[in-house]
């Protein structure tokens, strides 16, 4: 099946710097990406879905200024998050679908393994 | 908006035993359902979809699901659990573009 891949796969930083996530798909072209967060022994949240060559698209309550979404191309999007503090530490998830982002029932949305911040 | 419960945060089964996840959803109208199993250093994987027709569906890993409207639950089901089987297994509802996840079940198979 397609591969979805994170980089890197954890990150501890300092409170205040940025850390960027970068989300590819592997072996076909995602016109549209999703970032999810997941807190421990919880659910994935939506954070915001992207289209390439556009801007993203935020969930209510996510802060679009400090979590920056760049979809270049088809196969890579980054999620930066800026000024980061503890409170942002979380398993960050990204995701292609592998048409539009509209569900289909021939489409698959394939998700990858995930990026663990730490901010100290 | 739509919304999934998973009423079943941990359960633990034996090894070849049946196993049954509960999944109940709340949403105006046909939903498109999904079971994902996420393991350790892996992403989520699909294991099956319901979009429309044949409420019995079928999935990878031996793994099956019925939708069944008037319950509006889509519980997933195996007959006989493999050790590789112990992992976290999430539903979601589809709504146009967005999926809305329960918050997961946690399976421990012994042996």
């Known amino acids: 099946g397609a591969v979805v891949s994170q980089h890197p796969s954890w990150v501890i930083c300092k409170s205040g710097t940025s850390v960027k996530i970068e989300c590819r798909s592997l072996?076909?072209?995602?016109?549209?990406m999703f970032w999810y967060r997941q807190f421990p022994k919880q659910s994935l949240m939506l954070m915001a879905t992207s289209n390439e060559g556009s801007k993203a698209t935020y969930e209510q309550g996510v802060e679009k200024d400090k979590f920056l979404i760049n979809h270049a191309s088809l196969t890579l999007s980054t999620l930066t998050v800026t000024s980061a503090h503890p409170e942002d530490s979380s398993f960050y998830i990204c995701?292609?679908?592998?048409?539009?982002?509209?569900?289909?029932?021939?489409?698959?949305?394939?998700f990858g393994p995930g990026t663990r911040l730490t901010v100290l | 908006a739509q919304s999934v419960t998973q009423p079943d945060i941990h359960i633990t089964v034996s090894e070849g035993a049946s196993l049954e996840l509960r999944c109940n959803y709340s949403?105006?109208?046909?939903?498109?359902l999904f079971w994902y199993v996420q393991s350790p250093g892996q992403g989520l994987q699909l294991l099956l979809k319901y979009f429309s027709g044949d409420t019995l569906v079928q999935g990878i890993k031996g793994f099956e699901a019925e939708f069944k409207r008037s319950q509006s639950s889509f519980n997933l089901r195996k007959p006989s659990v493999h050790w590789s089987d112990a992992a976290e297994y999430f539903c979601?509802?589809?709504?146009?573009?967005?999926?809305?996840f329960g918050a997961g079940t946690t399976v421990t198979v012994r042996a």
């Open positions: 995701s292609a679908r592998t048409s539009g982002r509209t569900f289909s029932s021939t489409d698959t949305q394939y």
């Open positions: 072996d076909f072209q995602a016109t549209t």
């Open positions: 949403y105006g109208a046909t939903p498109y």
């Open positions: 979601a509802v589809g709504n146009d573009y967005k999926l809305s």
